[in-house]
């Protein structure tokens, strides 16, 4: 079309004459082998190359032709010539290929948006794109997570209003290191509120990415508010096998096996403060009498009134009391005076003879007794935890011996003496 074009221009303009039929002959040999080169050579500038020194050869062999025919000269027209050819088809050939990469360019990035929008709309995943906080892209399924009715009303909203109050300071903390620090992407969880005003519990991530020429943040989410119910049930499943694990199954009160990790954790507390540490043993009297007199369903309801009433009386969240076994409780009271422990001693025993429980084979009263054995100590790095449940132990054994229903405070001379006295 191009060689029509410039035939029907060089007629028009000069007529027809030998010059312009010669013109017309070198353009239609021209086009003729610039399309067979276009039609076999397919490296670009090989080709373009290949057309341009065919076009050299066709003028220099016209100019040879009409200097030899007409006389004309060939220099300085020729080189002058060459040099425009030269010149000139470089640098067309250099702006044609400009124009096709940068339509390559603008085609693959078209193509290259649309795919990505395609891939944001039809995402299972909800996904929005914030800048500096604010959301500038949304696909549905964001809107239906966030309680929108439309992506567009997602657009503008500073996302950080929708996170809750009590996740929204770590939140914009993780997101300022996020945006300033080296890392590409970050993961999380986080109690979102809807724009109806429902919350919901997400897991999303964070990945930095250019949008429309700026610096954003794409977010990926999900619902994870069935999975987080289903965690908590099984955390609240968890607690109570442990608490189950850790309770005597008779009398609610902890086992012997909690006993030893509480009694752990207090020993070393009290070795760090240096403040005193107690050991309560307590034993009810003549509790195999009772069993044999009334049974062993009463002797159970005899146990788990004495371990209830045992609880009522240690009132401070610190102190702690468990079966140690059989009819024998054990209890723990920290940072308490020895005068104090007296007395929380005596109180339960009051308590539990005020139950008035009848037990008319007792060795000491017609009701239910119990003997308590009281040992305190300030624990040192070169002492045993054993050691004051021993001594609790003889003083409950002192308390047995000199006549029952009573407290007895551990005192190594006294105890020594009753023990050979007996």
């Known amino acids: 079309m191009t060689g029509i074009l410039l035939i029907c221009f060089r007629l028009s303009i000069n007529g027809i004459n030998e010059g312009s039929i010669t013109a017309c002959i070198s353009i239609t040999i021209n086009v003729i082998a610039s399309g067979l080169i276009s039609k076999f050579i397919h490296k670009y500038w090989l080709k373009w190359f290949s057309m341009i020194l065919f076009l050299i050869i ?32 470089s640098v067309i050939a250099a702006f044609i290929l400009f124009l096709k990469k940068s339509n390559e360019l603008k085609n693959a990035l078209k193509e290259s948006e649309e795919r990505y929008r395609t891939l944001i709309e039809t995402s299972p995943d909800g996904i929005f794109v914030q800048i500096g906080g604010f959301i500038q892209l949304a696909n549905n399924k964001a809107a239906n997570l966030l309680g929108a009715k439309h992506p567009s009303d997602l657009i503008g909203i500073y996302v950080f ?19 300033h620090g ?22 999303f ?38 608490k189950l694990s850790m309770s005597d199954g008779l009398t609610g009160i902890a086992n012997r096996r909690y006993f030893e990790e509480i009694y752990t954790i207090r020993w070393d507390e009290a070795i760090l403060s240096q403040k005193p540490l107690s050991i309560m043993l ?78 008319i084979n007792s060795l000491t009263e017609l009701y239910v007794t119990v003997s308590i054995g009281v040992a305190t100590f300030i624990p040192n790095d070169s002492m045993e935890r054993k050691e004051a449940i ?30 050979k006295q007996q």
Not at 186 to 197: H, N
Request: with cysteine; charged share 30%.
């Open 205 to 242: 991530s964070g990945s930095k990415v250019n949008f429309e020429g700026k610096p954003a943040t794409m977010v990926v989410f999900r619902d994870i508010s069935e999975q987080k119910k289903a965690e908590q049930k099984l955390q609240q499943a968890n607690q109570l096998l442990h």
């Open 161 to 179: 209003d929708l996170i809750d109050t009590s996740y929204r300071e770590d939140s914009l903390n993780r997101f300022e290191q996020f945006i």
């Open 282 to 359: 307590i034993d009810i009297d003549s509790f195999k009498k009772f069993n044999d007199t009334y049974g062993h369903i009463e002797g159970d309801n005899c146990l788990q009134v004495v371990a209830n009433a045992i609880s009522m009386n240690l009132h401070r969240e610190s102190d702690f009391s468990a079966r140690y076994g059989g009819e024998e409780f054990i209890g723990i009271l920290s940072d308490t005076s020895e005068k104090k422990v007296i007395e929380i001693a005596e109180r339960i025993r009051e308590s539990i003879f005020e139950l008035k429980i009848p037990n």
């Open 58 to 89: 066709l003028s220099c062999s016209l100019m040879i032709y009409q200097n030899i025919i007409y006389s004309h000269t060939i220099f300085p027209i020729l080189p002058l010539y060459d040099s425009f050819i030269i010149g000139g088809g």
């Open 390 to 419: 021993d001594a609790a132990d003889k003083a409950l054994y002192t308390a047995k011996i000199t006549g029952r229903n009573k407290v007895f405070v551990f005192n190594k001379v006294d105890n020594e003496y009753l023990q």
């Open 182 to 203: 080296s890392k590409k992407s970050d993961q999380k969880e986080s109690k979102y509120i809807r724009l109806d005003g429902r919350s919901i519990d997400l897991a």
